[in-house]
């Protein structure tokens, strides 16, 4: 009669007991420090060029014709209009980091009715050679947008070290 109760209570003890024990011992833990992150910057001079098949134009929506960002830092952006075939061009881009770096463009073309879908080419250039290069294609109304992600380790003419 007092074994199922003094059963219950035991279990209890041992259950509490534990989680007061696993929560003594979290906090006994020493905490990391927070560590600042080292940023290697590339070596180079480095452009950014944009070319478009299309009139690239704002609308009442989204004004801008041109945005081009770099790891979300905004780099480029244009409300006015754009023709097509001309390039954009970025000179000395600077924050280009060794390793991965990513670049978003977005680009709104006019509501003329074309059938022909729409492309926009964005090249990265160190010391004057591509090192990354993407066509981006979008549907007649629609923006082209996209990303391009490019190594900053490599480039032409560098060894395999």
Known sequence: ??????LVLIIAVVV????????????????????????????GAFQVRVTLTFDAVGDAFAPESLVIQHEGQELYRSEERIPAGQEVVLEDVEGIKLGENRFYLAAVGSEQPTAQPRAVRIQVLRDGQVIGQQIFWGEP??????????????????SDE
């Open 141 to 158: 109304g629609e923006p082209v947008e996209g990303e391009l992600v490019v190594d900053a380790r490599w480039w032409p003419g560098a």
């Open 16 to 43: 509490l007991g534990s989680v007061q024990s696993l929560m003594w011992f979290q906090r006994s833990i020493p905490r990391r420090q927070a560590e600042d992150i080292l940023t290697v910057v590339a070596e």
């Open 1 to 6: 009669m007092f074994l199922r109760p003094l």
